[in-house]
């Protein structure tokens, strides 16, 4: 909790939360995420790690290349990068909300000054109202490309800037149970206090879009768990999925 007394939530937003599963940026969604955060900002401040970068730039781009060279995509990022700030930008200030952009390298972890760097440039913009949006720096750096969309550098963050919660949304109810996996109403792990069992519960399954399957969400927890942050595994493509995971009305995976 920051001296303001308001909590300090960090989001992640997957590529599948932000597209809701189609093959181009969701304004209503990111209008959504904009109208929870406005209805919470008097008791929570936020700070977003977005992926989405690369699926705005398909919106408007084909490169001449194969989509699969490593390349291509930072390319894809470096031009979709501005699209996508400037939907987060145009939707969340009719809402009255303040944007900013900050790219990361996992590099920047490994220096203490610029860590420290980091957190005093987040709690400026933060102090002053406005929410951070981050991603990774993908035209120099290829992790969230190679690695996982974005769950590693949410996790990091988290406990760089010592959040009280991390929710990481993503297209599913939480994690199911392996048993219920294939069944048309999979069962969600509500709670998680030791990761070594959820290891054998999970499934191969990664994102249409994103990189990151479950696999890397419980390696982002085990990040955040380390440093004694809460993180709950959310289904993004619910409208006010961040309300209701609060209110508890429905079901999500909360790893203590």
């Given at each position: 909790m920051d001296k303001s007394g308001k909590k300090r939530i960090l989001l992640k937003i997957g590529s599948n939360t932000l597209t809701k599963e189609t093959n181009?940026?969701?304004?209503?969604?990111?209008?959504?995420?904009?109208?929870?955060?406005?209805a919470l900002k008097d008791d929570y401040e936020f700070v977003i790690v977005s992926s989405g970068a690369i699926a705005a730039a398909k919106q408007f781009v084909k490169l001449e290349a194969p989509d699969n060279?490593?390349?291509?995509?930072?390319?894809?990022?470096s031009i979709g990068q501005p699209h996508l700030m400037r939907i987060f930008h145009e939707n969340f200030s009719d809402l009255g909300l303040h944007t900013s952009q900050c790219l990361l390298s996992y590099s920047?972890?490994?220096?203490t000054e610029t860590k420290i760097n980091i957190v005093n440039t987040i709690d400026v913009l933060v102090k002053n109202?406005?929410?951070p949006i981050i991603n990774e720096n993908d035209t120099v750096s290829t992790d969230?490309?190679?690695?996982?969309?974005n769950d590693k550098l949410a996790a990091?963050?988290?406990?760089l800037l010592d959040v009280d919660l991390l929710i990481i949304a993503t297209n599913t109810n939480g994690i199911y149970t392996k048993a219920s996996f294939k069944d048309p109403n999979p069962e969600t792990i509500r709670l998680v206090t030791d990761l070594q069992t959820l290891e054998n519960e999970i499934g191969e399954a990664k994102s249409s879009h994103g990189t990151g399957g479950m696999q890397s969400k419980i390696d982002s927890a085990a990040i955040a768990k380390a440093a004694n942050i809460e993180t709950w595994i959310v289904n993004g493509l619910e409208d006010n999925f961040i309300l209701n995971a609060l209110d508890n009305k429905i079901p999500f995976t909360k790893i203590k």
């Open positions: 181009h940026i969701s304004r209503g969604k990111i209008e959504d995420i904009g109208m929870q955060i406005a060279e490593i390349f291509v995509k930072q390319a894809l990022a920047d972890f490994e220096k109202s406005y929410i969230e490309i190679k690695f996982g969309d990091l963050t988290a406990v």
